[in-house]
């Protein structure tokens, strides 16, 4: 049950990604990349500063449950670092990419890699991967294939690269969430955002010029991405991960691209091919079929 409910937080971290992704990709043509995500961070540290005192404040304290701090601010102090990096290369990446590259498309695509990355490091590292879990990555890529990349990957482009580097970027993200699954959740999504904020705010003063009027002629997409798509989909993500592996996490989190085009489908208007149909039931399969591992180890 308790593994049920985890998928169902990942999945619902995956729409709140996917309906953010738009958001995302509108700001790329109006901020720069450190300036967005030291916003967004920024907005999700308070967002969720505020949702840590409200819980003390209503909440009974109990020194037998009670989770080590340390823990908590070290697992943070990493994560944050490591989202920095996957953050700052999907949103650089997504901003280098051409008017003709349909940014949107092979930049989920490209970032949904780490659903092959997790399984592959996790091998090296000497754990066994189980057969269905091995079919449900391999249905995942290709579904999510053909609903990102409906002209093929017709050339390479800088923002290609830089993507595929945030992809590793989250690879490494959700095994060390996984690694510190035993914190404080809520605590730990609170330390990574400061983290994240504090290293975007020192690239921006460096490498940007940032523009008040432009930050807050972006509010919107800022907002959303701050307090949505950062204080509450990762933390929704860091507690749902406790109670699944990251390979069947990676899996789950992939509908991301399948909801960002959903989205655009119900928001914009835009019309969903029969290709782009069937790489979204086929990702939808995969999930599924990622589960049965689990059920079939709960009857033996």
């Given at each position: 049950?308790?593994?049920?409910?985890?998928?169902?937080?990942?999945?619902?971290?995956?729409?709140?990604?996917?309906?953010?992704?738009?958001?995302?990709?509108?700001?790329?043509?109006?901020?720069?990349?450190?300036?967005?995500?030291?916003?967004?961070?920024?907005?999700?540290?308070?967002?969720?500063?505020?949702?840590?005192?409200?819980?003390?404040?209503?909440?009974?304290?109990?020194?037998?449950?009670?989770?080590?701090?340390?823990?908590?601010?070290?697992?943070?102090?990493?994560?944050?670092?490591?989202l920095f990096i996957a953050m700052t290369f999907q949103q650089s990446g997504i901003a280098?990419?051409?008017?003709?590259?349909?940014?949107?498309?092979?930049?989920?695509?490209?970032?949904?890699?780490?659903?092959?990355?997790?399984?592959?490091?996790?091998?090296?590292?000497?754990?066994?991967?189980?057969?269905?879990?091995?079919?449900?990555?391999?249905?995942?890529?290709?579904?999510?294939?053909?609903?990102?990349?409906?002209?093929?990957?017709?050339?390479?482009?800088?923002?290609?690269?830089?993507?595929?580097?945030?992809?590793?970027?989250?690879?490494?993200?959700?095994?060390?969430?996984?690694?510190?699954?035993?914190?404080?959740?809520?605590?730990?999504?609170?330390?990574?955002?400061?983290?994240?904020?504090?290293?975007?705010?020192?690239?921006?003063?460096?490498?940007?010029?940032?523009?008040?009027?432009?930050?807050?002629?972006?509010?919107?997409?800022?907002?959303?991405?701050?307090?949505?798509?950062?204080?509450?989909?990762?933390?929704?993500?860091?507690?749902?991960?406790?109670?699944?592996?990251?390979?069947?996490?990676?899996?789950?989190?992939?509908?991301?691209?399948?909801?960002?085009?959903?989205?655009?489908?119900?928001?914009?208007?835009?019309?969903?091919?029969?290709?782009?149909?069937?790489?979204?039931?086929?990702?939808?399969?995969?999930?599924?079929?990622?589960?049965?591992?689990?059920?079939?180890?709960?009857?033996?």
């Open positions: 049950m308790k593994k049920f409910q985890g998928a169902l937080l990942l999945l619902l971290a995956s729409i709140i990604w996917g309906s953010a992704f738009v958001a995302q990709t509108s700001a790329a043509d109006n901020i720069n990349p450190f300036t967005f995500n030291a916003s967004r961070s920024i907005l999700a540290a308070l967002f969720l500063g505020v949702v840590i005192a409200g819980r003390k404040a209503f909440t009974k304290s109990d020194k037998k449950k009670k989770i080590p701090l340390r823990r908590s601010v070290i697992g943070g102090a990493l994560c944050g670092a490591e280098a990419y051409p008017a003709e590259a349909a940014a949107s498309g092979r930049a989920g695509f490209i970032t949904a890699i780490y659903v092959i990355m997790i399984p592959c490091v996790q091998r090296i590292t000497g754990k066994k991967l189980r057969i269905p879990v091995i079919i449900a990555v391999s249905g995942c890529i290709t579904g999510m294939y053909l609903l990102c990349m409906s002209n093929g990957l017709s050339g390479l482009y800088t923002g290609d690269l830089l993507v595929f580097l945030c992809a590793a970027g989250f690879t490494a993200y959700i095994l060390t969430i996984d690694h510190f699954s035993d914190t404080d959740g809520i605590i730990l999504s609170f330390i990574q955002f400061i983290v994240c904020s504090i290293l975007s705010i020192i690239c921006m003063l460096i490498f940007e010029n940032p523009d008040i009027n432009i930050i807050l002629a972006a509010w919107l997409p800022i907002a959303y991405a701050g307090i949505l798509s950062s204080g509450v989909a990762y933390t929704l993500q860091i507690i749902g991960q406790k109670t699944a592996e990251p390979t069947v996490a990676s899996i789950v989190m992939s509908l991301e691209s399948v909801f960002a085009a959903l989205s655009g489908w119900l928001i914009l208007g835009e019309i969903l091919s029969a290709r782009e149909i069937i790489g979204c039931i086929l990702v939808f399969i995969s999930v599924i079929f990622a589960q049965i591992p689990d059920i079939r180890r709960k009857k033996e």
